[in-house]
């Protein structure tokens, strides 16, 4: 079936430093990912959608030069954390719809970001 | 706006006893609902969905939910739980043709021994 893949899985952090975290549709294109955000023991908040070969659509709230989305390809999204604070740290999920469409979402097993 | 109510924080049910977790929605039109497990330290998996049709609708590990358009409530069931089931539980809604999913705050089941 189909599968998000995403890397790192966890990755620590200085404060200041940017970091990159890439989520990959295995075995099917997706021309739309989704990027959440989870604190702990609290509920997925959708950050942005990511376009392949156009602008990332951020939901409100969420700063755009903050969270920097890259749809580079059919089958590869990335979103950098710039300049991370301790505030920072939490549990970023991607999800990708599959190539027949419709609402089922295909979920990315999530990157764990401590930002000391 | 679109938004999903889950009214329970956290539910502890003894291994066995039926279950139920609450889910009111939000939305203008017909809603695409879903509802979601995430065990601790797992991705999110999908446990059932509902487009249209029958309005009670079977998933997987025996669990079942019922759209209910007149309460807006799609409201997750299981008749006998297991120790396995322990885990948080997201319902969630999704926007139009956009694939957009909004979650839910989530429900934490424990099971008690």
């Known amino acids: 079936g189909a599968v998000v893949s995403q890397h790192p899985s966890r990755v620590i952090c200085k404060s200041g430093t940017s970091v990159k975290i890439e989520c990959r549709s295995l075995d099917f294109q997706a021309t739309t990912m989704f990027w959440y955000r989870q604190f702990p023991k609290k509920s997925l908040m959708l950050m942005a959608t990511?376009?392949?070969?156009?602008?990332?659509?951020?939901e409100q709230g969420v700063e755009k030069d903050k969270f920097l989305i890259n749809h580079a390809s059919l089958t590869l999204s990335t979103l950098t954390v710039t300049s991370a604070h301790p505030e920072d740290s939490s549990f970023y999920i991607c999800s990708a719809p599959p190539p027949s469409g419709g609402q089922t979402q295909y979920f990315g097993p999530g990157t764990r970001l401590l930002v000391l | 706006a679109q938004s999903v109510t889950q009214p329970d924080i956290h539910i502890t049910v003894s291994e066995g006893a039926s279950l139920e977790l609450r889910c009111n929605y939000s939305y203008g039109a017909t809603p695409y609902l879903f509802w979601y497990v995430q065990s601790p330290g797992q991705g999110l998996q999908l446990l059932l969905k509902y487009f249209s049709g029958d309005t009670l609708v079977q998933g997987i590990k025996g669990f079942e939910a019922e759209f209910k358009r007149s309460q807006s409530s799609f409201n997750l069931r299981k008749p006998s739980v297991h120790w396995s089931d322990a885990a948080e539980y997201f319902c969630?809604?999704?926007?139009?043709?956009?694939?957009?999913?909004?979650f839910g705050s989530g429900t934490r089941l424990s099971i008690r021994p």
């Open positions: 969630a809604v999704g926007e139009g043709s956009a694939s957009k999913i909004i």
């Open positions: 990511s376009n392949e070969g156009s602008k990332a659509t951020y």
